[in-house]
């Protein structure tokens, strides 16, 4: 099974309205990172956030990390149309260089 | 800045064929990735290579093998394909525990 699972699956908002996902991981980190992926590309890094910080802000995203619960959310504000996206939780485990995906979140932006 | 270039973009192959998915990062990055993509599962690891000369499974590596070339490339084979394998093939590299860069993905097609 995937390290990382994205909560909820899919979601659609009206542009303006903010954008809030969830990342739950098994196993311990060193960092986690979120990536997005627009339909038919690659992945894209957005932010990392490492083990021993709790939030971190790159712009309009927001990212936290409860190490305690291996969880971590991520928020979008003011989403824009260019938003719509996949967006995936990446885990780089403890004492290893594996990067794990979980199965991403759908966001779609209503004009 | 051509980062991560894997080719071919696009593959059809029958039942049984064997081919290799070549990965080339110009970035002088120590680690490599091999992942699968399919509807609904994210991305899934199959192999990766933490630095030249070493290589190690991922989730999901069977019916696959890797090579890590030198310190820029990192193939992925398939020695008899299946069904089960048409999917969406991404590479990644990446510098110790830092964000990945991704490249643009292989569409493979197995009838």
């Known amino acids: 099974s995937q390290q990382g699972e994205e909560d909820p699956q899919a979601l659609s908002i009206q542009e303006g309205e903010n954008a809030t996902m969830n990342c739950s991981y098994k196993?311990?980190?060193?960092?986690l990172q979120w990536y997005r992926q627009n339909s038919g590309r690659g992945l894209v890094h957005l932010i990392l956030?490492?083990?021993?910080?709790r939030e971190k802000h790159s712009g309009r995203l927001r990212v936290t990390l409860d190490t305690s619960k291996k969880s971590s959310s991520l928020l979008i504000t003011a989403s824009r149309a260019a938003d719509t996206a996949s967006y995936f939780c990446?885990?780089?485990?403890?004492?290893?260089?594996?990067?794990?995906f979980g199965a991403g979140t759908t966001v779609t932006v209503r004009a | 800045n051509a980062g991560v270039t894997q080719t071919p973009k696009f593959q059809v192959l029958k039942t049984g064929q064997s081919m290799t998915l070549q990965c080339a990062q110009d970035?002088?990055?120590?680690?490599m990735y091999w992942y699968r993509q399919d509807p609904g599962m994210g991305l899934r690891l199959i192999y990766y290579?933490?630095?030249?000369?070493?290589?190690d499974k991922g989730e999901v590596p069977n019916g696959y093998n890797v090579s890590r070339l030198n310190k820029r490339e990192f193939s992925l084979r398939l020695e008899s394909a299946a069904p089960s394998q048409t999917s969406v093939y991404f590479c990644?590299?990446?510098?110790?525990?830092?964000?990945?860069?991704f490249g643009q993905g292989t569409r493979l097609t197995v009838v």
């Open positions: 970035m002088n990055h120590n680690s």
């Open positions: 956030i490492r083990s021993n910080e």
């Open positions: 290579s933490a630095s030249e000369g070493t290589t």
């Open positions: 990446a885990t780089d485990e403890m004492n290893d260089y594996k990067l794990s």
């Open positions: 990644a590299s990446r510098s110790g525990g830092t964000k990945a860069f």
């Open positions: 196993t311990s980190i060193n960092n």
